[in-house]
Nanobody, 116 residues
Framework: EVQLVESGGGSVQPGGSLRLSCVAS????????MSWVRQAPGKEIEWLTT????????YYADTVKGRFTISRDNAKNTLYLQLNDLKIEDTAMYYC?????????RGPGTQVTISS
C-alpha cells in the first residue's frame, strides 16, 4: 500500500522559513518522480514542484521559484521541501505526491500558516 506522510508544517511570520518532509512507503521510492502541491482555503490545488527520481532535475512553478527548494534522500525514502521567504499567500495545506501532478497518490498534508 502506497503511503505518504508529510510533516514539518507550522505557523510562521512573513519572511520566515520552514522545511517540510514526506516519508514514503509501500513502493520503490527511488523509481518515481515526486512532487509537492498545495491547496489554499477556497482554491484549487496548485502544483509547486517536481523532482526526478535520480534527483538530477527539478521543476518549479513561477510562484515559488527562487524561494522553495525540493530535494530527496532516496536512502531514507524521504522527500523535502525547503520554504524560504514565506508570504501570507503561501498559507495552505501542503501535500507530497507520487509522480508528477495530477497524481493518484498524495499524503494527508501538513498545514503551513503565514501570519503577522
Amino acid at each position: 500500500e502506497v503511503q505518504l506522510v508529510e510533516s514539518g508544517g507550522g505557523s510562521v511570520q512573513p519572511g520566515g522559513s520552514l522545511r517540510l518532509s514526506c516519508v514514503a512507503s509501500g513502493f520503490t521510492f527511488s523509481f518515481f518522480e515526486m512532487s509537492w502541491v498545495r491547496q489554499a482555503p477556497g482554491k484549487e490545488i496548485e502544483w509547486l514542484t517536481t523532482i526526478s527520481y535520480d534527483p538530477g532535475t527539478t521543476y518549479y512553478a513561477d510562484t515559488v521559484k527562487g524561494r522553495f527548494t525540493i530535494s530527496r534522500d532516496n536512502a531514507k525514502n524521504t522527500l523535502y521541501l525547503q520554504l524560504n521567504d514565506l508570504k501570507i499567500e503561501d498559507t495552505a495545506m501542503y501535500y507530497c505526491a507520487r509522480g508528477g501532478w495530477p497524481s493518484s497518490y498524495r499524503g494527508p498534508g501538513t498545514q503551513v500558516t503565514i501570519s503577522s
